[in-house]
């Protein structure tokens, strides 16, 4: 069901959890995207909402609400739109983090809810689902302050496997719960499990209740003691032995060395392999400065929060009259984006690489996707039925394609779609970084993936030999402004092999399994350059 309100543009549903629906939205009048949530409790307390503190309240770790609407009966909360995925989803994927990706990732939410106790609010129900990661790995806690203004909310909607014990027995979110809710988003993370059952019967949630606590056994098995020390210290029955929200974060960040959250994977476009986890022997003496906006080196140094992007450095949504989308200013270069995801040394490796491998790219230029190298070991990505035809022609792009217009049938997005997953292809073919930005928005989440992994690529010397991924077919388009659209498309693509960078025809060094048919929901922004894909998530 789409939803509407008064004042905005709903783009397209985001998420939905025990509170309520989440929808990506742009306000009329313009400025950054803005997410509103639906609420679908019964009885909410609109003065708690309303409260002066809520409002304005700032963390650089907590999504911030900007406004309080109603759309009929129903509550919608407008808050700042956090891009990214959330953990619940990445656990999902991974199945759990390593501890030094914990540590990273626990030491700015305790931060941010150590000081939204101080002003006074309470989280009340804190899930992997109400912690978001952005692209650059910056953990953001959402529904700060929502369910303590919820009135007698439906059990079915209640995640117990995440409860305070305290508050399974009948009492009162406190901030010790809120502790118990960051340790028990730790222990998942950390083992694969949360602490309870999961379900919403009475049977799923009596152990939560019983005070016969929560199985630790497998924090104490082949993890770092003094993490789980301090997980199984905010796990404690007793809440007055849990501690301090800004002292769990203290001693998360001292029980281990803090390392980058890696969310390039199966969770955006599921064609390439997982990155390679980062090497975890090295430590601060061993290893060059982290990159500026490095939010573990951030937790490192103690500073997560001055490191985390402000509302000054947000990008700001151009106007829907007289502007495109995208256009707010030069983007970063591709290393950079990629140092916000991978270790540096990585990054310094990289480069190297990319210097070589730059001489057998030279001179593609903007018509590279239908230009196939000598060393690119045969053809990348066979135009389909509906674009047999497009040959280079001059700077403006493909011939019979002009990528700024707005295609007239399905047929005609996937000739442009084709053309697009050429340059992504050819890309991975040849190490071209820069071949991504003529692909991708500058702020799409499968960007910094993608470069992610050519990083990963590029520092071993290596690229990708017959990754040819195709478009089947465009079966919906959904026109929702002049400058964005969102398809329903059919892809594939065959089995492929990791080969050495300077003898692509050399044996394979890895061989990967190819995808069958699949659908897949894109979202597509026109930028200064032409239509650029945003995002592309699997649907089966």
Known sequence: ????????????????????????????????????????????????????????????????????????????????????????????????????????????????????????????????????????????????????????????????????PCVARGGSPTTASDVFGIAAIGLHA?????????????????????????????LHTGLPGRLADVIARGLSEQPDRRGSAQDFAADVRAALEPEPLHLAGPHLWPDLPPVAPPETAERDSERPDPAPFDIAGAVRRGNSARHAATAGTRRERAPLAGATRGSGGPPASRLQVAARVVPPQA????????????VLVLGLGRNASNAVPAQAGGPLGELSSQSSAVRPADDSGAAGIDERAVPESPEAWAALLTLLYERRALAFATGAADLLDQVFTEDSPQLVADIAELIQLTQAGQVLRGFAPRVLQVSDVTVLAADHVTLQITDEFGEYETVPALDSRAVALAEHPGRGPTAVAMAMTLTDDGWRIRTAERLG
């Open 190 to 218: 950390l083992t694969g499990d949360p602490p309870w059952a999961g379900g919403s019967s009475a049977a799923a949630w009596q152990p939560a209740a019983d005070g016969t606590g929560a199985d630790l056994s497998p």
């Open 1 to 164: 069901m789409q939803r509407n309100l008064d004042g905005f543009r709903v783009i397209e549903l985001v998420g939905f959890g025990v509170t309520g629906e989440v929808w990506r939205a742009w306000p009329d009048g313009g400025g950054a995207d803005v997410a509103l949530k639906w609420l679908t409790a019964e009885s909410v307390d609109t003065e708690m909402l309303a409260a002066p503190r809520l409002r304005a309240f700032r963390h650089p770790h907590v999504a911030q609400l900007l406004d309080l609407r109603r759309d009929g009966s129903s509550v919608v909360l407008v808050h700042e739109f956090v891009a990214g995925v959330s953990l619940a989803s990445l656990l999902t994927e991974r199945e759990r983090l390593s501890s030094a990706e914990v540590v990273t990732l626990l030491t700015p939410v305790a931060e941010a809810l150590g000081a939204a106790h101080a002003a006074g609010l309470l989280h009340g129900n804190l899930t992997p689902s109400a912690v978001r990661l952005t692209p650059d790995g910056r953990p953001i806690v959402t529904d700060l302050g929502i369910w303590p203004s919820l009135g007698d909310t439906p059990s079915g909607t209640t995640r117990w496997e995440y409860l305070d």
């Open 347 to 358: 990054v310094v490796g990289a480069l190297v690489a990319l210097a070589v491998l730059t």
